[in-house]
């Protein structure tokens, strides 16, 4: 793709183009904008070097002789400089050389069938201070009958694209006037958080968690303790003043649980000690990779820190997963991949606490009985993790659940318990969260059921539909009753005709819609309608409300 950009437009720079999952992407600087109408052309040129069948060449130049070559390259030369080798790798075909680590296929002709999907912006190096560069997306696959699978899900996804879903559901909105990255829940977004909130309270209570809640800013004296701003200044905004003190929004709820912990005098028999918030955090993310509800500057985290004796982390650990997988489960997520990420370059504390951590996380993992992915410097500045990916009704990965080993922030908060020795000594403490953000779980969500929540989730769970002005009365009652029931229930008698009314609550993906016309209010029933299975005739109030709440109930 590279070389049939550059041929079409010889004057171009080129960034950098690396692999994807499903496919790939390059950066370009060029002289014009390019439009969907240019993808044609280039994917031609691209056919054109494949069936020539060009070898792929590979070499190590040393540093002097690819900057001379790549000197009219600016961002080429930019990662020469970067890279810590003395020699750097080049590949070629034909007459074309770039940079790349390789490998390569044996030669062009060994391309099957590809795809150019669309262009976007993209700053050099995603820092907004740099050139706007222009990306070029595309995917390839080893058979005409793969792509064409693959576009079908591309096409699929669109359907169920959650900024699309969101706004035609009425559940959220980003005002400009509020701020980039700043949600604004709506009614119907508001019930969807408050099913997900009261059920993840509930759970957490019966699985012996205490349940917390601190401020949003703190002094920049915690921060400094913590670590925070020696370590994540990046991702904090910028402190404000109050009583001349400086203070920050919070990135993070962990250091508000710790000075919980440490407020009384703990004991070993009063250990584990489990601490949960839905807390919400804001964070600094730069706006090229805002998105959506998956990327925000301000999320509410389902947090949680455990701290315990040493011997009881490995037992602690292993519960977190075995709850977060039921706890995925219950939302409708079957298969979960986990990454157990280790130490990163910039970290804080003993190598040898680290491995120990490490093992420790290793051994719970193989105690669950999930194979893991090693995710080696993917480890947070305080320690060792295991995340958990999960996958969408389109196979698609997500990170939601996070557990996090920390012998850092009990050292540096000076934290301690009464041993059974009557000494003092140090607790370890675990980082988790079940769902991650809310509002990148409730995006997944929004994406995996394509709107159509099932019936315990569903904000609006059954809309009841007079057919005439005259049974509006009888279809309040109705509704009245409904929500008695704690059914989510909606009177439609506006007085568009019913089949409309009908097929605006299926658009709006409402579970089932209740109809009443004389002969309902005369027998006092409702005719049934389900989302999923169409008419199922006329019902008792009360016999609805029993199969409802079964479901509910069942969480199916």
């Not at 694209?161 to 559940?171: I, K, S, Y």
Request: contains cysteine.
């Amino acid at each position: 793709m590279a070389e049939a950009v550059l041929t079409l437009f010889p004057e171009g720079k080129l960034g950098i183009g690396p692999v994807i999952q499903d496919g790939f992407y390059y950066d370009f600087d060029l002289p014009r904008a390019l439009t969907s109408e240019d993808l044609p052309r280039i994917e031609e040129m691209m056919q054109r070097i494949v069936s020539e069948d060009h070898p792929f060449q590979h070499e190590e130049w040393e540093k002097g002789p690819a900057r001379e070559f790549f000197g009219a390259q600016p961002f080429k030369l930019e990662l020469i400089e970067g890279i810590e080798d003395p020699t750097v790798s080049i590949y070629s075909q034909r007459g074309f050389t770039d940079l790349c680590r390789g490998p390569h296929v044996a030669s062009t002709g060994q391309v099957k069938v590809f795809k150019l999907l669309h262009v976007a912006g993209a700053y050099w190096r995603g820092d907004e201070k740099r050139p706007m560069l222009q990306r070029i997306y595309g995917t390839a696959w080893e058979s005409q009958e793969e792509l064409d699978g693959y576009l079908k899900r591309l096409e699929e996804a669109g359907l169920r694209d959650h900024r699309r879903l969101g706004r035609e559901l009425g559940l959220y909105s980003i005002e400009d006037e509020v701020g980039a990255g700043l949600v604004l829940w709506h009614p119907k977004g508001g019930r969807l958080r408050t099913i997900i909130e009261d059920h993840w309270r509930r759970e957490h209570l019966r699985g012996g968690y205490e349940i917390v809640y601190t401020p949003h800013i703190g002094r920049a004296q915690l921060w400094e303790t913590s670590g925070h701003l020696d370590f994540y200044r990046d991702s904090m905004y910028a402190p404000m003043e109050i009583d001349k003190l400086a203070y920050y929004a919070k990135p993070m709820n962990c250091p508000f649980h710790i000075l919980i912990f440490g407020s009384s005098v703990r004991s070993y028999r009063n250990l584990p000690l489990r601490l949960a918030e839905l807390g919400t955090v804001y964070r600094y993310e730069r706006p090229g990779v805002l998105h959506g509800l998956m990327r925000v500057r301000g999320f509410t985290q389902d947090d949680a820190h455990i701290f315990c004796r040493p011997d009881q982390v490995e037992g602690e650990i292993e519960a977190v997963l075995r709850f977060t997988f039921a706890m995925l489960r219950t939302f409708g997520f079957q298969e979960f991949e986990l990454y157990l990420a280790t130490r990163p370059e910039k970290f804080v504390g003993e190598p040898a606490h680290w491995e120990q951590a490490t093992e420790s996380l290793r051994r719970a993992a193989d105690a669950c009985g999930t194979p893991y992915h090693l995710d080696e410097g993917g480890g947070a500045f305080y320690g060792p993790k295991l995340d958990v990916k999960i996958k969408d009704a389109l196979g698609r990965e997500w990170q939601c659940a996070t557990v996090q080993f920390d012998f850092n922030e009990p050292e540096r908060f000076d934290l301690s318990f009464v041993g059974a020795d009557g000494k003092e000594h140090r607790p370890f403490m675990v980082h988790r969260a079940l769902l991650g953000s809310l509002e990148r779980f409730l995006g997944v969500l929004i994406e995996h059921y394509g709107g159509a929540f099932p019936a315990w989730l569903a904000p609006v769970q059954a809309v009841v539909i007079p057919i005439a002005d005259r049974h509006a009365p009888y279809a309040r009652q109705v509704c009245e009753r409904l929500r008695a029931a704690d059914c989510r229930a909606e009177l439609d008698d506006r007085s568009e005709r019913m089949n409309a009314r009908i097929r605006d609550a299926q658009l709006q993906k409402v579970p089932y819609m209740l109809v009443v016309g004389d002969r309902e209010e005369a027998a006092g029933r409702v005719a049934v309608r389900s989302r999923e299975e169409g008419d199922l005739g006329s019902w008792e109030v009360e016999r609805f409300l029993e199969t409802l709440q079964q479901r509910v109930g069942e969480r199916t």
